[in-house]
Protein backbone atom coordinates (compact mmCIF):
# COMPACT_ATOMS: atom_id res chain seq x y z
CA UNK A 1 0.00 0.00 0.00
CA UNK A 2 1.14 3.45 -1.16
CA UNK A 3 1.09 5.96 1.74
CA UNK A 4 0.62 9.71 1.36
CA UNK A 5 1.98 12.01 3.89
CA UNK A 6 1.58 15.41 5.48
CA UNK A 7 4.46 16.47 3.83
CA UNK A 8 3.70 14.85 0.41
CA UNK A 9 6.90 12.38 0.63
CA UNK A 10 5.76 8.54 -0.36
CA UNK A 11 6.15 5.71 1.76
CA UNK A 12 5.53 2.21 0.61
CA UNK A 13 4.28 -0.74 3.24
CA UNK A 14 4.49 -4.39 1.78
CA UNK A 15 2.22 -5.27 4.69
CA UNK A 16 -1.44 -7.49 2.92
CA UNK A 17 -3.76 -5.64 5.45
CA UNK A 18 -3.65 -3.28 8.69
CA UNK A 19 -5.87 -1.24 10.46
CA UNK A 20 -5.29 2.48 9.50
CA UNK A 21 -4.83 3.48 13.31
CA UNK A 22 -2.52 1.20 13.67
CA UNK A 23 -0.30 1.90 10.11
CA UNK A 24 -0.76 5.70 11.47
CA UNK A 25 0.80 5.06 15.03
CA UNK A 26 3.33 3.05 13.41
CA UNK A 27 4.64 5.86 11.84
CA UNK A 28 4.55 8.05 14.32
CA UNK A 29 0.89 9.64 13.88
CA UNK A 30 -1.12 10.99 16.48
CA UNK A 31 -4.67 9.50 14.72
CA UNK A 32 -6.56 12.26 16.22
CA UNK A 33 -4.72 14.94 14.59
CA UNK A 34 -4.91 13.82 11.50
CA UNK A 35 -7.61 13.21 8.26
CA UNK A 36 -7.13 9.95 6.35
CA UNK A 37 -8.32 9.96 2.60
CA UNK A 38 -8.20 6.29 1.30
CA UNK A 39 -8.33 5.16 -2.57
CA UNK A 40 -10.42 9.09 -2.31
CA UNK A 41 -12.39 8.75 0.23
CA UNK A 42 -12.24 9.72 3.87
CA UNK A 43 -12.68 7.45 6.28
CA UNK A 44 -12.18 6.70 10.03
CA UNK A 45 -8.96 4.96 11.44
CA UNK A 46 -10.95 1.80 12.22
CA UNK A 47 -10.91 1.31 8.90
CA UNK A 48 -8.48 -1.79 7.40
CA UNK A 49 -6.43 -0.99 4.66
CA UNK A 50 -5.10 -3.59 1.99
CA UNK A 51 -2.68 -3.94 -0.13
CA UNK A 52 -3.00 -2.10 -3.19
CA UNK A 53 -4.82 1.12 -1.57
CA UNK A 54 -3.11 5.00 -1.32
CA UNK A 55 -3.39 6.30 1.79
CA UNK A 56 -3.17 10.00 1.67
CA UNK A 57 -2.67 11.30 5.20
CA UNK A 58 -3.58 15.43 5.81
CA UNK A 59 -2.85 17.15 9.34
CA UNK A 60 -5.81 20.10 10.01
CA UNK A 61 -5.65 23.03 11.89
CA UNK A 62 -8.50 24.27 13.77
CA UNK A 63 -8.79 27.87 15.63
CA UNK A 64 -11.01 30.38 16.37
Known sequence: ?????????????????????????????????????KNGKVVPEDVTAKKGDELRILRFSHGG
Do not use: F
Open 1 to 37: MQIILPDRSVRTLSRTSAPIEEILIELGINPTTVIVV
